[in-house]
């Protein structure tokens, strides 16, 4: 029975998300603004200048970026090292790290979320909805994923952004002061 359940998860959960696209007439945008304010709180909260992360993008437009960059932010300072898909080290002047801080990584969700909007302002032809989709470290804030998909009236998606941030590590003393 269990598994009968969890078979039915996914089509059930694809029907969801494509039926709250075509709810409204008008082009709209699915966002979750409530759990980012509160996860850019959380973060905010713990005042961090010491943690790292890596991350990888990945645009529909252009293929996977297969490198995956780690940043490091000491006492507020960033840096960053990039690693190849066979695990090689890549030159970092060679490459632009587009999320250098948390903080920066907020900063692309929210410009996301506005582009979305005023472009769905302009009441594009045959545009249902954006959806920016956002998940969040628990303790952090620190959002682990965000993803961009424009459904349009052909049911499938456009313009695929996704990014996955992986390997967070905040100091528990930042944990601790924080009440996390």
Same mark, same amino acid.
């Given at each position: 029975?269990?598994?009968?359940?969890?078979?039915?998860?996914?089509?059930?959960?694809?029907?969801?998300?494509?039926?709250?696209?075509?709810?409204?007439?008008?082009? +709209?945008?699915?966002? $979750?603004?409530?759990?980012?304010?509160?996860?850019?709180?959380?973060?905010?909260?713990?005042?961090?200048?010491?943690?790292?992360?890596?991350?990888?993008?990945?645009?529909?437009?252009?293929?996977?970026?297969?490198?995956?960059?780690?940043?490091?932010?000491?006492?507020?300072?960033?840096?960053?090292?990039?690693?190849?898909?066979?695990?090689?080290?890549?030159?970092?002047?060679?490459?632009?790290?587009?999320?250098?801080?948390?903080?920066?990584?907020? $900063?692309?969700?929210? $410009?996301?979320?506005?582009? $979305?909007?005023?472009?769905?302002?302009?009441?594009?032809?045959?545009?249902?909805?954006?959806?920016?989709?956002?998940?969040?470290?628990?303790?952090?804030?620190?959002?682990?994923?965000?993803?961009?998909?424009?459904?349009?009236?052909?049911?499938?998606?456009?313009?695929?952004?996704?990014?996955?941030?992986?390997?967070?590590?905040?100091?528990?003393? +930042?944990?601790?002061?924080?009440?996390?």
């Amino acid at each position: 029975m269990l598994r009968f359940c969890k078979s039915l998860f996914i089509p059930f959960t694809l029907c969801f998300v494509l039926f709250s696209c075509y709810v409204d007439k008008d082009p +709209y945008l699915v966002f $979750d603004s409530g759990a980012y304010d509160y996860n850019l709180k959380k973060w905010n909260k713990l005042e961090c200048d010491n943690y790292s992360f890596s991350y990888s993008i990945q645009d529909g437009s252009t293929g996977p970026q297969s490198n995956v960059f780690t940043v490091t932010v000491t006492d507020g300072v960033s840096s960053y090292t990039v690693k190849d898909p066979e695990g090689n080290t890549v030159d970092p002047s060679s490459v632009e790290c587009e999320f250098p801080t948390v903080e920066s990584l907020f $900063d692309k969700i929210e $410009d996301i979320r506005a582009d $979305d909007q005023a472009f769905l302002d302009t009441n594009p032809s045959g545009i249902v909805c954006y959806e920016l989709e956002c998940e969040y470290n628990k303790k952090t804030g620190i959002p682990e994923s965000f993803s961009n998909s424009l459904w349009n009236t052909g049911l499938y998606t456009k313009g695929d952004y996704k990014v996955t941030i992986t390997n967070i590590n905040v100091p528990e003393q +930042y944990l601790e002061n924080a009440g996390n």
